[in-house]
């Protein structure tokens, strides 16, 4: 097929590292200024917690239009007159983990962008503190790629840390990280009733009048649940007779260690049955529902934030703060900081949060140069970081990430040394919203 890249070469414009949400975004960006750009992705599929991770919906969002548009209406695309879920979360895109397999990678392809799947990065390539490449395992051995800048959208910050970049983990108190989670799709659902369940606080309740949600809190009491699931959230997907089960949950593993990884994956699994026999029990039109597929990766909430050049506060996200670098303007969602400690939410329910801008300082690890982050592993509080870690906010890091990397490739300077106004012009011109005034 013509959108084939033949003859991968070694040496790029731009690398970004993790094909997920931020890293999609980054790597069409970057190629659509006519960088040359790589791709790489350590698993067989594009779309990283959108698909591998079996997350859905799609939250979050940020002002005018970002590649968080364009790639929900690509997703959205052959499924006219869907239903619009709109909840305390905001608006929830139902998306066909299937069909987002093909089409993200088909975005890629078509705008030139050089993909390496089955690819994990192993080494970073530095020269002093500049970061110049990356070392990864492809099907055909160990490479080097080398590239004028690189973007980091591993989600847990390899890149990143294997460059020395200071990075915190966790909670300031104690680092405990949010939960890990590992999401299913459970299909034959009877839709007669109609039923999902979005949090904590969802309203919803049963034929008999009990509240959903306060009864997944007394099975968790009795043992009828698994420790520390004490709600069954219950998403929509596009497809009749379908939901996706964000419940699982296992406190204080390590996922940026082996064991922890392992273990978190065991114990998850140990999990779905059990999740499974509740729903059928309890949950309306789900006595005879069965697990259709299961996520083929952990859902890690949380790992490494790394420390930049400004560190996004929690008074900028609670008030809404502006910024004179701008790169995301009035990104929301809650502050939603599901319990390190147990069940629930560490503050009883998700926290209102403003819209509030990401400066490009925010994408810049101190110390390190040659090298921009993107998604849940740029510069932010704890707390922060709870509000922009979901797939609707970090697809515009991403964006702003990938446009950065190409500018420096264009003119020889390093992320540090553009002109942030430059990015700024950039993003607008593709129809982003930077300095609206307040409504």
Not at 76 to 95: K, L
Not at 358 to 368: A, D, Q, V
Not at 389 to 401: E, F, L, N
Not at 413 to 426: F, G, I, M, N
Request: overall charge negative; glycine content about 10%; aromatic content about 6%.
């Amino acid at each position: 097929m013509e959108q084939f890249q033949r003859g991968y070469p070694k040496a790029y414009d731009v690398i970004v590292a993790g094909g997920g949400p931020a890293g999609v975004a980054a790597a069409v960006s970057a190629a659509r200024l006519g960088a040359k750009t790589a791709l790489i992705e350590r698993y067989g599929i594009l779309g990283g917690m959108l698909t591998s991770g079996h997350v859905q919906p799609i939250l979050g969002r940020a002002e005018g239009r970002t590649m968080y548009h364009e790639i929900v209406e690509l997703l959205e695309e052959g499924h006219p007159g869907q239903r619009e879920h709109t909840t305390r979360n905001g608006r929830e895109i139902a998306i066909d983990i299937e069909e987002a397999k093909h089409r993200l990678l088909k975005l890629c392809l078509e705008n030139g962008v050089y993909v390496y799947l089955q690819t994990p990065v192993v080494a970073v390539l530095k020269e002093e503190n500049r970061v110049t490449g990356v070392t990864v395992c492809t099907p055909e051995g160990l490479m080097d790629l080398s590239a004028h800048a690189v973007v980091d959208a591993t989600g847990d910050g390899f890149v990143a840390a294997q460059a020395g970049a200071p990075y915190q983990v966790g909670r300031d108190s104690d680092g405990k990280c949010q939960p890990v989670t590992l999401e299913f799709t459970v299909e034959n659902v009877d839709e007669t009733f109609d039923f999902s369940c979005w949090g904590g606080t969802c309203p919803h309740t049963l034929p008999d009048g009990r509240r959903y949600s306060e009864v997944c809190k007394e099975a968790c009491k009795k043992g009828e649940l698994p420790e520390n699931v004490s709600i069954v959230r219950i998403h929509y997907t596009p497809n009749p007779g379908e939901r996706t089960i964000n419940a699982t949950q296992v406190n204080g593993r390590n996922t940026l260690t082996v064991e922890g990884n392992v273990e978190a994956e065991y114990l998850l699994r140990e999990q779905i049955p059990v999740i499974v026999d509740f729903l059928r029990k309890v949950a309306p039109g789900f006595e005879n529902c069965r697990v259709k597929s299961t996520a083929t990766t952990l859902g890690v909430r949380e790992s490494r934030r790394f420390v930049g050049d400004y560190v996004i506060s929690d008074e900028d996200v609670e008030k809404g703060a502006r910024h004179e670098d701008v790169v995301v303007h009035k990104a929301w969602f809650l502050i939603d900081i599901h319990n390190p400690a147990g069940g629930g939410q560490a503050e009883k329910h998700s926290q209102p949060a403003t819209p509030y801008d990401i400066p490009y300082r925010s994408l810049l690890p101190k110390g390190i140069e040659g090298l921009l982050l993107s998604g849940r592993n740029i510069s932010g509080t704890h707390r922060a970081h709870a509000s922009y870690r979901v797939m609707g906010v970090a697809m515009p890091t991403g964006q702003a990430a990938g446009t950065a990397a190409a500018l420096c490739a264009k003119e020889g300077c390093t992320p540090r040394e553009l002109d942030a106004h430059k990015v700024q012009s950039a993003l607008m011109d593709y129809g982003a919203m930077l300095f609206k005034e307040d409504e």
